[in-house]
């Protein structure tokens, strides 16, 4: 059965970074993803990689958040940079359904259970 365990969340001020890592194991997916959801919101896919390395990002994240693999530490990423209060949210780390584009908007089968990420103003 597959273990995802997130690590690396905080509390930064605006224009700040953080890094979030996700240890995978149980089985090795095609496709990672990052998804968030911050009270009363809907939840938000961020980020996903496929197995070419191949990335996806919402809109909202392009250009501050990268995700990376590595896959002989069998170990998922995701750097932020110049963060805003609006990326506060729990952050989870999943197998989305599909890989590709669809990662972000078709759900996931399977996540962690999260890491808190606070940006203050």
């Known amino acids: 059965q597959v273990q995802l365990v997130e690590s690396g969340g905080g509390s930064v001020q605006a224009g700040g970074s953080l890094r979030l890592s996700c240890a995978e194991s149980?089985?090795?997916?095609?496709?990672m993803a990052w998804f968030r959801q911050a009270p009363g919101k809907e939840r938000e896919g961020v980020a996903a990689?496929?197995?070419?390395?191949?990335?996806n990002y919402a809109d909202s994240v392009k250009g501050r958040f990268t995700i990376s693999r590595d896959n002989a530490k069998n170990t998922l990423y995701l750097q932020m940079k110049s963060l805003k209060p609006d990326d506060t949210a729990m952050y989870y780390c999943?197998?989305?359904?599909?890989?590709?584009?669809?990662?972000?908007?078709?759900?996931?089968?399977?996540w962690g259970q999260g890491t808190q990420v606070t940006v203050s103003s």
């Open positions: 999943a197998v989305p359904k599909y890989c590709g584009p669809r990662a972000l908007v078709e759900g996931f089968d399977y």
């Open positions: 149980g089985y090795t997916y095609n496709c």
């Open positions: 990689i496929d197995k070419d390395h191949t990335t």
